[in-house]
Structures are given as C-alpha cells and as structure tokens.
C-alpha cells in the first residue's frame, strides 16, 4: 500500500506535477538538520531564550525518540525496499540512517509545531502556518521519494508530542529551578543508554542478488550517535549557562543584529571546520558524538558565553 502512494507521487512527479518539483524541495530543506540548528540558535541567542530553550530541549527529546525508532524498527528506504522507486534529483543525499521514522518531519515538528504550541499570544493565522510547514514537510519526504507515509505520519505525531510533554516539563522547572539537575541527570542516562543500545544491538542483514551486503547496521545507526551527541551537549550547555552565564535576549535591535552574525559566523567555523577535520582525526562513533557536542555545545552554552563577556565591556 505503502509502495502503490509513492509510485503514484512518482508518476505525478514526472508527469504532470514537475511544477511541484522545486516547491517540495524548498519544503525539504526546512526540515534539515542544519536549517534547524541555525534556526533554533538564533531565536536562543536574539529572540528568545527561554522560547530557544524550549525548542533545543524538544529537540534533544525528539532526536532521542527518532534514533531509538530508526534502530528499533530498522526500516529499509523506499527504493531498497521497492526497486521502482527512484528518488528525485539529489534528495537521496539528505536521506541518512533507516527510514522510520523521518527525521526532517520531526525536526519541523520541533521547530514549527513546537513554536506554535509555545506562543499563546500568536495570532490564529500564524500558528496555522506554522503547522502547514511540518505538513508541508512531512508530504514533500515522500514527493520525493525517500520516505514513506507512515515514516512521516509517526514523525509528525512522535514529534508534536514530545513538544507538548516538553512545554509542560520546562513550564515545571520554572516552578521548580531547583530540579533542572534531576532534569539534567535523566537526560544524560537516556542519551547513555541509547548510545549502549546502538553500539551493542544486532542488526539486519540482507543481500542483493550479488551477494553484497545491502544495508550495513554500524552506518545506518550513525544518525542515532549523533543524538547521544547533541543531547548530551544540550543538557551539559543548558546547565552551565543557567549557574555561569545567565545571558539575557532583552537587548537592542542592533545587538540583536550583531549577535546572529557572528553567532553564525562562529557555527559554521565549528562545523564545517573544526568538526571536519575531528571527523579526519577521531573516526567511528566516537567522533560522530564529539563532533555534535561541539556543535551543540557552541550554540547552548560557548557563543553565549562570549557574548556576555563581549558585551559586558
């Protein structure tokens, strides 16, 4: 059933719907890892902290729930499971890991339904736009073709839950500040375990007609280390600003301004610098969890740092 819908995109896609082509791709890249890593730092950083904090802490929760699905499932892509299926253009190099449940679909979940829920005051007009987006999303994985509609149905719903837990536990530790350490020690034991999990669990192995291994396990469960990388650096980032930093996003328009620049500036050296040639020195799982720390851990607790020392004379 599954196979028959995204045949039937297909056909639409090279027929018919080509006009839908470049629209869907657009789609798709609000749903990657770098658009929403960037995305949430600058609203951390210039917007709003504790709105930032939010969205990072529903993220780190949704990266958890999408690595411990993908490597518990161990979906084959649609066009491994279906050789009829072909991805269009170059979406294929954007689809990483095993396929359920889709990862752009929860990270527009994250970013898009998670700022919906969050702004009581939003306008009706704006919080349906925002949930159009994680629809919109969602529906251009499988336009595409590497997704099929139950990876992003789960991840849409997967997603817009853990939000929803998300806003009522930070809404608790407002109440209680004192528990963020507890907060903090949960998280770092899930991150742990699922790191455990993915390292020790076996996994399928299928051979084409050649006798090649079609999917390897180690790779595939790559995308679920990074996880156990950006939550950890999360949760230790998000502990030392709350007792050391402390920084404030009620600032001018022009410190704003400044902040998301070099903010930025400073995230794109950590990532597609430093953390390339890490991947060069430290290869394996291993790099894979520190290379994402560094990312997460610039952007949660470094930059802010800087910035408050910067600022402060």
């Known amino acids: 059933m599954d196979m028959s819908f995204l045949l039937l995109q297909q056909a639409f ?18 749903g990657e890892l770098n658009t929403t890593l960037v995305i949430l730092a600058i609203i951390y950083w210039c917007i709003s902290k504790d709105l930032g904090t939010y969205l990072m802490m529903g993220w780190s929760g949704n990266r958890i729930a999408n690595g411990f699905m993908k490597i ?9 499971r279906d050789s009829r299926i072909i991805p269009h253009g170059d979406a294929i ?15 527009a979940g994250t970013v898009y339904g998670g700022t919906a829920m969050y702004g009581k005051n939003f306008s009706k007009p704006l919080k349906i736009m925002l949930y159009l987006i994680v629809a919109l999303v969602a529906l251009s994985r499988t336009f595409l073709g590497v997704h099929t509609p139950q990876d992003v149905l789960v991840g849409m719903a997967s997603s817009l839950l853990v939000m929803w837990l ?3 536990l930070t809404r608790w530790i407002a109440e209680k500040p004192e528990k963020d350490k507890l907060v903090a020690c949960i998280g770092f034991v899930l991150a742990i375990a699922l790191g455990l999990y993915a390292a020790l669990k076996s996994y399928p192995v299928d051979y084409d007609s050649n006798g090649k291994i079609i999917v390897e396990g180690a790779k595939m469960a790559n995308d679920t280390f990074k996880a156990v990388g ?12 709350r007792r050391f930093v402390g920084f404030s996003t009620d600032i001018s328009k022009e410190r704003r301004f400044s902040r998301g620049i070099f903010g930025i500036m400073g995230y794109y050296a950590v990532t597609f610098v430093l953390n390339t040639l890490l991947k060069k ?3 394996g799982p291993a790099g894979t969890i520190m290379t994402c720390f560094l990312q997460m851990f610039y952007i949660t607790f470094l930059f802010p740092w800087i ?3 910067a600022e402060s004379k």
């Open 230 to 241: 950006w939550v950890s650096a999360f949760l230790t980032g998000w502990i030392l600003e």
């Open 281 to 283: 020195w430290i290869p």
């Open 13 to 30: 896609r090279n027929g018919s719907g080509f006009f839908l082509v470049d629209f869907m791709k657009k789609m798709t890249f609000f």
């Open 307 to 309: 910035m408050k020392k």
């Open 166 to 168: 998300t806003l009522k």
């Open 93 to 107: 190099t954007t689809a990483t890991g095993y396929s359920f449940p889709s990862g752009h679909t929860m990270n």
């Open 72 to 80: 518990t499932v161990c979906a084959y892509r649609p066009w491994i």
